[in-house]
T-cell receptor
């Protein structure tokens, strides 16, 4: 079935370090892809999305490119801040209109 | 005010009790969802509703029921709570007019503990 696999955490970085969180997917069709972020004590909120191959989603310095050939949607940021500490979820949606989430990756950024 | 609200935010109950979690939204969205979040498992869909007259089971509906009282309200019930229903529960909404790639908007969550 359709699924999302993302790297296990926690990912621990120093402030201003480069971030990559890997995400790959399995889907029977052509999904739209999302990254959601969950800050401590809050619900999920959309960080960025891409709807077709080679699209790049970006927001708040984060970027992810929809790679159909590698079925991937890796999240990157050039210089993380302490305020980026959160749990990041990769997700896909197909024609069922239901989001399928990965298991989440916790990011911890230290000063 | 928040667009998607959930009550209560925290609840501790005992095995066998009936529990209702409520979700309200002011976004005017037709679609509403209930998820549970467990450590290491991500979010899993319990029930979803695409309009007031439409209710559908999700991936893990056993032990749960829902009621869509109005466009703005979607309640989740645990008829007889059991300890493995201890989890963080999220309500979400979306707007179908944006097509397949619609964004879901999440409430702040309800932390439920079943003793």
């Amino acid at each position: 079935g359709d699924s999302v696999t993302q790297m296990e955490g926690p990912v621990t970085l120093s402030e201003e370090a480069f971030l990559t969180i890997n995400c790959t997917y399995t889907a029977t069709g052509y999904p739209s892809l999302f990254w959601y972020v969950q800050y401590p004590g809050e619900g999920l909120q959309l960080l960025l999305k891409a709807t077709k191959a080679d699209d790049k989603g970006s927001n708040k310095g984060f970027e992810a490119t929809y790679r159909k050939e590698t079925t991937s949607f890796h999240l990157e940021k050039g210089s993380v801040q302490v305020s980026d500490s959160a749990v990041y979820f990769c997700a896909l949606i197909l024609n069922t209109d239901k989001l399928i989430f990965g298991t989440g990756t916790r990011l911890q950024v230290f000063p | 005010d928040a667009d998607v609200t959930q009550t209560p935010r925290n609840r501790i109950t005992k095995t066998g009790k009936r529990i209702m979690l409520e979700c309200s939204q002011t976004k005017g969205h037709d679609r509403m969802y209930w998820y549970r979040q467990d450590p290491g498992l991500g979010l899993r869909l319990i029930y979803y509703s695409f309009d007031v007259k439409d209710i559908n089971k999700g991936e893990i509906s056993d032990g749960y029921s829902v009621s869509r009282q109005a466009q703005a309200k979607f309640s989740l019930s645990l008829e007889s709570a059991i300890p493995n229903q201890t989890a963080l529960y999220f309500c979400a909404t979306s707007d179908p007019d944006t097509g397949y790639a619609d964004t879901q908007y999440f409430g702040p969550g309800t932390r439920l503990t079943v003793l």
